[in-house]
């Protein structure tokens, strides 16, 4: 009789090419991500050594994280993101590798295009030199981020020397109430377990909740694994998998799809395997959320109160963001907004913000910088109306890029100033130094915009 499996070990196990006896194993990689700020240092380390690139059939690049979100028409003006985009464009020639660059109708932040052109599917190991490459693992992959010298190490072989994770499954069943969105699970959860209860496994995500999700949603959720310290998160393919990739440029065809969906059916969790760790909630616990400190896990319900006691790590954060213990956030007013990043730029976040801010008008000292996850996405937001509605309301649409998630361009939070963000971190600092970071759902963001200042939209909610 077979051993039951997960998701996890299906995948792995599939991708094993050799191993170390009671040491590392060298997993398969399927696909490779880059992009122009992680690929410089490992391309010169191959040239360096005279070692060519094993599969560039299975590279894809893209320029996101250091590129201008306006004028992306116009030569770049930062130096380092000028050669760094350089550099990309001429390795990319160089060794043959598919590039989608600024102005390309395929451009956008790689944790987005990749899976809008079908790039990413079941049952596959992909990594990049990114940490949020957790995201793709909606789609039942193994995905993960890597560093340069791991980079060069796929360069060079296709593969990396790897320990296998432990597993994990977190399960949420029930139903959402309105205006919970996927943003929201997600940070309950790590407020719930913590930072660091993910470190050392990989997560799958099951129960109700993740099923009836969308795949934009599943994305949401699995790009903040990390964020718990995760190696990376799953969820099981399903009809909605089958459904979105059907017909993407980059997905199989005709026999060759059915086949695949054939293969992909039989890869969700074995109803007897065994998890390393389990958690397990409840939807109608969960509500609209917001961070108060620096990191993912200081997550509170909107309508709560800051908890009273906690750690050093805790008092420091409460000290940078200019917050009191047993504060509530609501009233707080707000100047910048910022609707974007890998973690929810894609076209359902900016329909639910747009239903949301239909008929109104922006808070006039409130400056909003809504930056689409790709070309396609600003394509949708043409198409269906929306780029008219936000304008209408006194927004202002960016081009695609991870802008001021990570602000390594010009879209910086200026020191001391307040931003609602659907970004997935709120490091000290990483929206810009002295940038005070809240995490929040498209939602919440959104109607932080137009109030001016964090608002309980369970109580304003008109979607």
Request: net charge negative; glycine share 8%; proline share 5%.
């Amino acid at each position: 009789m077979k051993q039951p499996k997960t998701l996890f070990d299906k995948v792995w196990d599939a991708h094993v090419v050799t191993a170390v006896p009671d040491g590392p194993q060298v997993l398969y990689i399927d696909k490779h991500l880059i992009h122009e700020v992680t690929s410089p240092q490992a391309f010169n380390e191959l040239e360096k050594r005279g070692i060519p690139i094993a599969r560039p059939d299975q590279i894809v690049a893209t320029a996101d994280h250091n590129t201008p979100t306006l004028d992306q028409h116009l030569p770049v003006r930062d130096p380092l993101s000028r050669n760094q985009l350089t550099e990309l464009s001429k390795n990319c020639k160089k060794h043959g590798i598919t590039l989608y660059g600024l102005g390309h109708k395929y451009n956008g932040i790689v944790h987005v295009m990749a899976p809008e052109l079908g790039i990413t599917q079941p049952g596959m190991t992909l990594v990049c030199g990114d940490s949020h490459t957790s995201t793709h693992g909606a789609f039942g992959t193994i995905a993960f981020g890597i560093g340069t010298s791991q980079v060069a190490q796929v360069f060079a072989s296709q593969c990396l020397l790897l320990e296998k994770p432990k597993k994990m499954r977190i399960t949420v069943n029930g139903e959402l109430a309105a205006g919970v969105l996927p943003k929201d699970v997600i940070l309950y959860i790590i407020a719930k377990i913590g930072t660091n209860a993910g470190t050392g496994y990989f997560c799958e995500y099951a129960g109700s909740v993740f099923e009836n999700m969308s795949m934009e949603g599943r994305m949401t959720v699995c790009n903040m694994s990390i964020e718990m310290g995760a190696r990376g998160g799953m969820i099981a393919p399903d009809q909605t998998t089958f459904d979105y990739i059907k017909d993407r440029k980059f997905a199989p065809e005709g026999n060759a799809f059915a086949k695949a969906v054939s293969y992909w059916k039989t890869l969700p969790t074995d109803a007897e395997a065994v998890f390393d760790k389990e958690y397990h909630f409840a939807a109608e616990d969960i509500a609209p959320m917001i961070t108060y400190g620096t990191n993912p896990g200081m997550g509170i319900k909107i309508n709560d109160h800051i908890p009273v006691t906690g750690d050093m790590t805790f008092e420091k954060a409460l000290a940078y963001m200019n917050f009191s213990k047993g504060e509530r956030l609501l009233d707080t007013p707000i100047n910048y907004v910022f609707i974007g990043s890998c973690t929810n730029s894609r076209i359902e976040d900016f329909r639910v913000a747009a239903q949301y801010v239909k008929g109104k008008t922006k808070a006039a000292h409130v400056t909003a910088w809504l930056v689409p996850g790709s070309q396609q996405v600003v394509q949708q937001l043409e198409t269906e109306g929306l780029k008219e509605v936000f304008e209408e309301a006194g927004f202002v649409l960016r081009q695609p890029g991870c802008s001021a998630c990570l602000a390594m361009n010009d879209d910086k939070i200026p020191s001391g100033e307040y931003c609602v963000s659907t970004s997935n971190r709120n490091f000290e600092g990483r929206q810009g130094q002295g940038a005070k970071t809240i995490l929040a759902s498209p939602l919440v963001a959104a109607a932080t915009a137009i109030a001016g200042k964090i608002v309980d939209i369970t109580n304003t909610l008109t979607v």
